[in-house]
């Protein structure tokens, strides 16, 4: 996983977090770095690091989890909208997005680019 700050959370990252109320579900917007977890091996994941902040409330709306305590979520970056689950971080003590291959080549996003992220909790 990626390196923490001194602050606990990813190196070298930027975030900036807005919450809005559609409904009764509730839109988290967030700009985060895709970073890669094997550079250079074959097929390597690809993951955003959900900020400290924003992982608290996820965890609060999502509820009790089972298993290794993923979130299942709706994720939009750009035009490319899918579900996916977010995975709990111990070193960091937040969530990772993976962001697949498709959605990165839909997007034109590589490791180290940095992308708005519109994420919702699905119940």
Do not use: N
Not at 56 to 67: F, H, I, K, Q, V
């Amino acid at each position: 996983m990626q390196a923490a700050g001194p602050d606990g959370q990813c190196a070298g990252c930027q975030w900036s977090v807005v919450g809005a109320t559609i409904g009764s579900m509730v839109q988290h917007v967030f700009r985060a770095r895709i970073w890669e977890h094997s550079p250079g091996d074959p097929g390597s994941w690809h993951f955003l690091t959900v900020p400290a902040r924003l992982s608290e409330d996820l965890a609060l709306e999502a509820g009790p989890r089972t298993g290794f305590g993923s979130i299942r979520v709706q994720v939009s970056i750009g035009s490319t909208t899918w579900h996916t689950s977010v995975f709990p971080d111990a070193a960091t003590g937040s969530y990772v997005l993976p962001v697949k291959k498709q959605v990165r080549r839909s997007e034109d996003l590589s490791a180290g680019a940095t992308c708005e992220v519109t994420l919702e909790v699905r119940t």
